[in-house]
């Protein structure tokens, strides 16, 4: 099976991802595991105003979190979880969020695409812009934290990293150990996009080597939004991409949209 | 159904085909319907030689057909033919043989992707590289007759046209209503490609507009050249397109590569 049950397992639980990656070197926001108000309560203390409250696992798109603004909101956060294993993150004051989409093959080489300027809304994932706007340090150090994660995992396939940029540098936000929204773009900006970067690195082929021949906007289309899809196509340089689901539930990703902005451009 | 039955019908006999073009006022190869020997004879007197016998229908890849370069090959031509209706064509003499992609929607929309200049080799293609080598004056001529062909059919959908560049012009040697292996370059090197266009087109959709962002050569893997694939997929900027075919016969497409060759130049 890859990626292997150990990257899936790393993953899956915030708790355990974040002591990967703190063992690993990498920066993280500041953590730590709450199972009760008495664990809740030492931990704010610890992290200190305002922090996330989330649940261990199965959280996606903001869905398992409470903000934690005062102190005499934590019970009622801690109650919202209903029992679940929960972990307790410093809210981190970023300048702006990016991804980076990286893949290792079978003989370990690692290629990574270059990193995506992300804006959210509502804790879901709305835009991704290519190239970010990032230092020349940054952009290099982004990757090689990618290249870290994969090579400790002895990854297979492609993998998303979220990173948070702030004056002091970069910090991991989140990794998802598969193809990613973030990573869209790549269909309309790279020769082999994340897509068929993934089977080549679970089959044994070459990687692509993540060259960005085009800038790219993605656009998410959530909820209604994807009723204006026509709208959209009308658009020169614009792909479309449905997802064939059903019901336009708000929140829901119904599709997105790549628009190529120009031959690619080195900031 | 779309395209129409009569694009369908048009198309797929080659003397309907050429027929329907000589009516629309476009320059073909010089043709005329055989059925026997009589027949074939009188044909050679006007065509004269070197000439192409060609079954009117089902032929493709080079396949059912017999180029007659003496008057003494005529006859063996025709019996190979086995009694299908046949057609004999003039051998032209052209610098280039190009196609052009382009699509009509159900509003009577029409685009059309650059022209790819193509390469063959025993009736196969093998390559398209586009831009391909082309005057301004043969680039726009390429758009307006594949436009007045889709026109003419009232045609919903993507075709291709090949055409002979020669020193008098361009001349149409068929039609393919449908996507065609010569447009596969739309995949690297447009935000929508043949494929999507397609789609576009028929589901009453706005078309993309054909835009080219990056330069693009398109190889095919036909026969044991798919065993290089891994080869082919460790070189920079080439993505890969397998068909799934189970055995590799010789002359049989197996799959194709595109290689992005750099941002779009316009010649």
């Known amino acids: 099976v890859r990626p292997s049950r150990r990257a899936l397992s790393v993953s899956q639980d915030r708790l355990t991802e974040k002591t990967f990656l703190a063992d690993l070197g990498l920066a993280t926001a500041p953590f730590a595991a709450v199972a009760d108000d008495g664990e809740l309560a030492l931990a704010l203390a610890e992290i200190g105003l305002p922090a996330i409250l989330k649940t261990r696992r199965l959280g996606y798109d903001g869905k398992g979190q409470a903000r934690i603004d005062r102190a005499e909101d934590a019970h009622a956060a801690l109650a919202a979880m209903q ?20 893949a290792r093959d079978l003989a370990g080489d690692v290629a990574a695409y270059d990193p995506g300027e992300n804006a959210h809304r509502d804790g879901i994932l709305r835009r991704t812009t290519v190239p970010a706007r ?13 290249g870290k994660i994969l090579n400790a995992l002895e990854y297979a396939g492609v993998l998303g990293v979220e990173l948070f ?9 989140e990794i998802a150990p598969r193809v ?14 994340q897509f068929e970067q993934h089977i080549r690195a679970i089959a044994g082929w070459p990687l692509g080597d993540g060259t960005r021949h085009s800038d790219v906007v993605m656009e998410n289309l959530i ?17 479309i991409h449905l997802y064939g689901k059903g019901t336009a539930r708000p929140g829901r990703k119904m599709g997105h949209v790549n628009r190529v902005t120009g031959p690619a451009h080195r900031p």
Not at 83 to 101: K, M, Y
Not at 180 to 193: I, K, P
């Open 83 to 102: 029992g679940a294993p929960a972990i307790l993150e410093g809210v981190v004051a970023f300048t702006r969020e990016i991804s980076v989409i990286a």
């Open 134 to 146: 990032l230092s020349a340090w940054e952009r290099a150090d982004s990757a090689l934290i990618a």
């Open 165 to 173: 940029v702030t004056p002091q540098g970069l910090l991991v936000n």
């Open 180 to 193: 990613h929204n973030s990573g869209h773009w790549t269909q309309a900006g790279c020769a082999v996009d």
């Open 223 to 239: 909820g209604e939004e994807v009723s204006g899809v026509l709208e959209l196509a009308r658009k020169p340089e614009v792909s």
